[in-house]
């Protein structure tokens, strides 16, 4: 599966973004979906994940309450709805989509880049 990402930007702290990642194919509902994000210096880390087939949901605890991760499997898209951003939200965002829960060869997404100024 190829995967699209779209959606970052400038924002202000407080304020709210959405990413969305558009998958090729026609096995997208096949596959875990996830964000990480990447901060300058900073390993890739995981930010949400959203498990096929009705698996349930994933959270960092530094985003829980503020971010969302949902899919639109009719149109082979996921996003991510942030809210309530803080500067150390800022970051590279990538999106990717693996068989296995374990995130151990995901396909990746191109990043895009999410800045929260304070």
């Known amino acids: 599966v190829q995967l699209q990402a779209s959606g970052g930007g400038l924002v202000q702290a407080g304020g709210s973004l959405r990413l969305s990642c558009a998958a090729s194919g026609r096995t997208f509902n096949t596959y875990h979906m996830a964000w990480f994000r990447q901060a300058p210096g900073k390993d890739r880390d995981l930010v949400a994940a959203l498990f096929k087939s009705g698996g349930g949901t994933y959270y960092d605890d530094s985003v829980k309450g503020r971010f969302r991760i949902s899919r639109d499997n009719a149109k082979d898209t996921m996003y991510l709805q942030m809210t309530s951003l803080k500067p150390e939200d800022t970051a590279v965002y990538y999106c990717?989509?693996?068989?296995?829960?374990?995130?151990?060869?995901?396909?990746w997404g191109q990043g895009t880049q999410v800045t929260v100024s304070s």
């Open positions: 990717a989509a693996d068989r296995s829960a374990a995130w151990a060869n995901p396909n």
